[in-house]
């Protein structure tokens, strides 16, 4: 009878042993961040299902945003969210955008030139590092300096040598860089800035969400032989541009 249960604890514990082989590691406990090739999924169903099947189709859009780890970009308890289909706190009361709404965006740009984009409101980064996937450079300000500071800091540790970041009004524009060849704007003046249309360069684009802060509208301008011509495109809702004082513009 001894022999018998010392064999069958045997086979147990052998048992236990290929079953403990067999099977990857957990991911870890509860709270950690998933493994990179988890996020690699998130990523590539986020483009798939949000993105693309929304109607975004510029290769390089789709290419960009397959390659920006976009959980890089929010606060590591909002990491497993970073994919899913909403905005997301960054601090000082800012947000990062909507995925698809940055590849909207983006896309809405992207059918123009591509040699110098300017964005007003860096936030997170993370719409200047999909800018810096097909322009040539990406000059980016932001007016609030830890934010601005931040998203410098991941950005040149990413490796982006095309991107320019400065704290300031984004209002005023970038009058030393410009013209520009591309506009973007992530935040809702309650109308289109005349420095912005100033430095859009003949030819360039400008996509603006315009409006209050319940009535906003995603707006595209064009310059064509100096003249600015205007589409709008669909309800939206961004935080407010501000100036320094925090006042609405």
């Known amino acids: 009878m001894n022999a018998f249960l010392n064999c069958s604890c045997h086979l147990l514990f052998l048992v236990f042993l290929i079953l403990l082989f067999s099977f990857p590691a957990c991911a870890g406990s509860d709270g950690d961040p998933p493994p990179e090739q988890l996020f690699d999924d998130l990523r590539n169903k986020m483009v798939e299902r949000q993105i693309q099947g929304r109607g975004v189709g510029n290769p390089k859009v789709l290419d960009a945003m397959r390659k920006v780890k976009r959980h890089l970009f929010v606060a590591p308890e909002h990491r497993q969210q970073a994919y899913e289909d909403y905005p997301l706190p960054i601090g ?3 947000t990062i955008s909507q995925p698809y709404i940055v590849g909207l965006m983006s896309e809405t740009l992207a059918s123009g030139k591509t040699g110098r984009v300017l ?3 860096t936030g997170s980064g993370y719409q200047a590092a999909v800018l810096a996937e097909f322009y040539a450079e990406v ?3 932001e007016i609030v300096e830890s934010l601005g500071t931040r998203a410098e800091k991941l ?3 990413l490796g982006y040598k095309n991107i320019h970041v400065k704290i300031g009004d984004g209002y005023k524009g970038w009058l030393e860089h410009g013209p520009f060849d591309a506009v973007i704007v992530t935040c809702a003046p309650t109308h289109i800035p005349q420095p912005l249309k100033d430095q859009l360069a003949e030819g360039g684009r400008m996509v603006i969400p315009v409006g209050e802060t319940y009535d906003q509208q995603l707006v595209l301008l064009k310059k064509e032989k100096g003249e600015i011509v205007t589409k709008e495109i669909i309800p939206v809702r961004f935080v407010p541009m501000v ?4 006042k609405p513009y």
């Open 92 to 94: 000082e009361g800012q």
């Open 119 to 121: 964005e007003i409101g």
């Open 139 to 141: 000059f980016t300000i």
């Open 155 to 157: 950005l040149q540790e």
């Open 243 to 246: 100036d320094k004082a925090g």
